[in-house]
């Protein structure tokens, strides 16, 4: 067996390089990662609504001939879009304003086909 000579420069930046390992670690299981405190939450900016948001409904009712996709905001129509699935067009149905009359009679939404796209 052959004895690995060091200089005693060699021997002495690996004992350097062994200290400085050793203490590295124990410094590292003194400082458990659970004493950084939490991060305060951040502060609103904006101040909060006088109202909550209005609540949003999605419908969506479909057969074998059209989907229909409806939304609803307070309990109120404010969109229909009628989907063929056999062909024909698309239209939107534009329900009566609220503000108008409650006779069932007037109660009626307009339907609106889009005739021409521009890009």
């Known amino acids: 067996m052959t004895a690995l000579r060091l200089t005693p420069l060699t021997a002495l930046c690996l004992a350097a390089l ?6 590295m670690r124990h410094a590292a299981a003194q400082t458990p990662a659970a004493q950084t405190p939490p991060a305060a939450p951040l502060a609103d ?4 609504p006088k109202y909550p948001e209005p609540l949003v409904r999605d419908h ?3 057969d074998r001939s059209v989907r229909i996709q409806e939304r609803q905001v307070r309990g109120a129509t404010t969109s229909i879009e009628v989907q063929p699935l056999h062909g024909g ?5 534009v329900p009566p304003s609220i503000s ?3 006779d069932p009679a007037h ?10 796209t521009f890009k």
């Open 45 to 48: 900016t904006q101040p909060r």
């Open 18 to 23: 062994l200290c400085s390992t050793v203490a």
């Open 107 to 116: 109660m009626e939404g307009q339907a609106q086909w889009k005739v021409l």
């Open 89 to 93: 067009a698309a239209y939107h149905v």
């Open 100 to 102: 108008s009359s409650t």
């Open 60 to 62: 969506v009712t479909q």
